[in-house]
Antibody
Framework: QITLEESGPTLVKPTQTLTLTCSFS??????????VAWIRQPPGEALEWLGV???????VYTPSLKSRVAISKDTSENQVVLTMTNMDPADTATYYC?????????????WGQGTLVTVSS | DIQLTQSPSTLSASVGDRVTITCRAS??????LAWYQQKPGKPPKLLIS???TLESGVPSRFSGSGSGTEFTLTISGLQPDDFATYYC?????????FGQGTKLDIK
């Protein structure tokens, strides 16, 4: 059974750096084709794709946030870390990580339950 | 980036109805499209992959179709559990963009 769980601060101040951890089980990020993606959703709004890290350490970020976002992995700990710098109130959202199974089957599922991050002074 | 436009944004329907949600892409991307269902306070759940493949455990009243730039999600015989928000997502190119969502509520 594949599970993912996001963890990190629930409140950050403007200009601070956010660090979220996605801890997963049931798969290995060393398996060919596998990836973990980050998606966020502001309250009452649509889903926004942030980026993805693949088994071979390739990373892709959404262009609008590319200068602020970084994703890394720790395969020994089964964790993926999202870092977002210079946080702004507009970054208030529920942040999700999701499993991507393989290159020929790239859809996301399952997802973690999400963690709500509020940006406020 | 590929832009995905869902229509309608909101859809009111009754139990037993047949409803269709459309996802239009700014460029052709067959068949790299998925549909998700999201309920309040919950993460999205994958319903359909590769435009028309039903995920394991998803009721057969859900179906997907389409090609090129136009894709549809159809629910035949709405059940109370189906009232939720639905999103399409493309996997043709990075970034893997989402549609803006369609909220299906009870009439």
């Amino acid at each position: 059974q594949i599970t993912l769980e996001e963890s990190g601060p629930t409140l950050v101040k403007p200009t601070q750096t956010l660090t979220l951890t996605c801890s997963f089980s049931g798969f290995s990020l060393t398996t060919g084709g596998v990836g973990v993606a980050w998606i966020r959703q502001p309250p009452g709004e649509a889903l926004e794709w942030l980026g993805v890290i693949y088994w071979n350490d390739d990373k892709v970020y959404t262009p609008s946030l590319k200068s602020r976002v970084a994703i890394s992995k720790d395969t020994s700990e089964n964790q993926v870390v999202l870092t977002m710098t210079n946080m702004d109130p507009a970054d208030t959202a529920t942040y999700y990580c999701a499993y991507r199974r393989r290159s020929s089957d790239p859809w996301y599922g399952p997802w973690g339950q999400g963690t709500l991050v509020t940006v406020s002074s | 980036d590929i832009q995905l436009t869902q229509s309608p944004s909101t859809l009111s329907a009754s139990v037993g109805d047949r409803v269709t949600i459309t996802c239009r892409a700014s460029q052709t991307m067959t068949p790299w499209l998925a549909w998700y269902q999201q309920k309040p306070g919950k993460p999205p759940k994958l319903l359909i992959s590769k435009a028309s493949t039903l995920e394991s455990g998803v009721p057969s009243r859900f179906s997907g179709s389409g090609s090129g730039t136009e894709f549809t999600l159809t629910i035949s015989g709405l059940q109370p559990d189906d009232f939720a928000t639905y999103y399409c997502q493309q996997f043709y190119v990075h970034p893997h963009t989402f549609g803006q969502g369609t909220k299906l509520d009870i009439k």
